[in-house]
């Protein structure tokens, strides 16, 4: 029997992991991907799916007339053809923002290499601040395309949108002249980081581990990918196997801690029919907290199997955002990174309407390390940061939790179970802390 000492020990212990595990199931349901843990959606999946309970906001059409964006929030909008959209910042003089849009357009449409958007983000004097862009690329097939616009709070006198005040996000076609005539459906988020309590290095680092380690091998592990970047399905390292059919687009969310890597490939099976040609057919992309694009690569498809992956990135730090490459000062906060795949729609032209069998291999680099000493919250809050519920999730284990508590964690993060067996199985775990501690 435990003794009189360990007996409150142990029920305290447990006591905590069982009320972990209960608010757990109580909050699965509501976490994007959570659900695609224990299984994926059911039928074809078509089209964007936009973050449930986005805002309704009308872009203006000058800036006296813009609508705010709030940090922290997610809306959607409509872009027409011609002419430019406008909305509203309200920014303060200690933090960095971020803004980014996804246009969705028609699937019916034709679309160019150089068709896209471009986000621009001004001050209240009309001084550029950031100005971004993202095109459909050489398949030419219409799918969602996101960019991101910066306000950035940096060292050095004479920088340009620094104060506090009113600044302006404007959104536009990159060739309305080309573009197909459909207004295109938009998704924005807005958010911002604090600066760090201490100032540190302001350059980027200049030497990192640049080689290509192997990929993960095994036997892929069914997952299905999400239809938007809030209903990423989330994964860790691993070898994940989905189908994925012409003009599709799947998402991923794997959370990446500071000082880790993202290595990424995808597979994609061969055709019975292998003659023809698409260009660019598999897209593999990765894209940031904020959801700005890293870094992205594409290969075309002959019907035979084929393979696309992303060049080695640096280590996630926070003065990569120094660095004068894109990809480099993409990668300057930690959190959920998003892997992106699409499957050009003209695919379907040589090969037929698939599906087509899709393997995602993912390897984390490097060892995770603390981050800035931020000098508040970011918003939305927790945004730069891997939760604990995530990380239990994606690699089975807590870390200082006991073994049995691992268990039940990773019981809970894959496939949730009900609040009377949660209550069962904190009772076995208290019986067993409690004669350990004997």
Known sequence: MPTDRALPTAFARTAAVTAVLVTAVATTAALPGAT????????????????????RITGASATAGAEELTAGSTYRSSLPRNGTLYYRLELD?????????????????EVTAVDGIRVSVRDADGGSCSVHSATFGAARSPRPVT??????????AGRRCQDAGTYYVSVQRTRPQDSPPDDWDLELTAATEPRPRQTGPTEAPETWDSASPEPPAGEPEHRPGGSGFAHATLVGQGVWRDDIRPG?????????????QVYATAELAGSADASGYAT??????????????????????????TSVGLAPLPPVAYPNRYATAGQVGALRFAGDYYVVVHLAAQVADDFGEGPFGLTLRLRLGGAAQSGPDYAGESRPKGLFEVSARDRVAV????????????????????????????????LAVWTAAARRRT
């Open 93 to 109: 003089a200690a933090s960095d923002a971020y803004v980014s849009v996804t246009a969705v357009p028609g699937t019916d449409g």
């Open 248 to 260: 599709e687009t799947l998402y991923y969310r794997v959370p990446v801690d500071w000082g880790r």
């Open 36 to 55: 695609a843990l224990a299984a994926g959606p059911a039928g074809p999946r078509t089209g964007y799916d936009f973050a449930d309970g986005a805002l």
């Open 147 to 156: 960019a991101w616009g910066t306000r950035e709070i940096g060292p050095g």
């Open 280 to 305: 660019g057919a598999l897209r593999l992309a990765l894209h940031n907290p904020v959801r700005g694009e890293v870094d992205d690569a594409a290969k075309g498809y002959t019907g035979r199997r």
């Open 395 to 426: 690699s089975g284990g807590s870390g200082g939790a006991a073994a049995g508590d691992d268990a039940a964690m990773k019981a809970v993060a894959v496939g949730g179970i009900g609040t009377g067996s949660l209550l069962l199985l904190g």
